[in-house]
């Protein structure tokens, strides 16, 4: 398998529930990403890990925690989330050098009920 | 600032028109990169091009082309005679160095579509 694996593609969640969503690539690559895209703005980055280290961190509440256990894996762990954090969450994989590509997982549509 | 800025938020085309995407960006760096990526339906993000900041040939791919102007910090892609298989929302990239890494800026998209 190649590329980036994003799983699932749906969910649908409660506000008091836990969910995690993953992430999986098997380019080699030795960083990751997660993105919140919401509709009608622009893209947003979340968490970035290089080499299973966090390296940067938006502000991102603290209701969403990354988790990123070696470089082929990177989990989004969701607890007590709002509406306002329905999106597509896309994960993204590149090689940790100037002027790499990402290459994209398909992401997951999340939608908080 | 935005460092990517898509103005066309919406662009309808009848097939086979020729159809230009316009990006225009800013940075103070002497070397960065610029991407393209195509997002349709499905969601997945799909990489079309990069081009670094010494590289001001156009490039032409298939039906495809990108110009590339330093002097007006533009880094448009045209698609010509195009299909219905290319409705989808398309992103320009900076990309700027950042130690031994780069920090990636996306533009807000444009969302194409093509009226059979």
């Known amino acids: 398998e190649t590329g980036v694996t994003q799983t699932p593609r749906h969910l649908v969640m409660g506000m008091t529930n836990k969910k995690s969503l993953k992430c999986e690539q098997h380019l080699g690559h030795n960083a990751m990403y997660w993105y919140k895209q919401s509709a009608k703005k622009p893209l947003e980055l979340m968490f970035v890990y290089s080499l299973e280290e966090r390296v940067e961190n938006n502000s991102v509440p603290s209701r969403f925690s990354p988790e990123c256990p070696n470089s082929s894996h990177l989990f989004l762990h969701l607890h007590t989330l709002q509406p306002e954090d329905s999106a597509l969450y896309l994960c993204a994989s590149s090689q940790g050098r100037q002027g790499a590509r990402y290459t994209f997982g398909s992401g997951t549509r999340l939608t908080v009920v | 600032a935005q460092k990517v800025t898509q103005a066309q938020t919406e662009i309808s085309v009848v097939e086979k028109e020729d159809v230009t995407l316009d990006c225009v960006y800013e940075t103070r760096d002497t070397t960065y990169y610029l991407f393209w990526y195509k997002q349709p339906p499905s969601g997945e993000l799909v990489f079309l091009i990069r081009?670094?900041?010494?590289?001001?040939q156009n490039e032409i791919s298939g039906r495809y082309s990108w110009n590339f102007q330093k002097s007006t910090s533009s880094f448009n892609f045209t698609i010509t005679a195009s299909q219905v298989v290319d409705s989808a929302v398309y992103f320009c990239?900076?990309?700027?160095?950042?130690?031994?890494?780069?920090?990636?800026?996306f533009g807000t998209g444009t969302s194409l579509t093509v009226i059979p």
């Open positions: 990239a900076l990309s700027e160095p950042r130690g031994t890494g780069n920090q990636f800026y």
């Open positions: 081009r670094n900041s010494f590289d001001e």
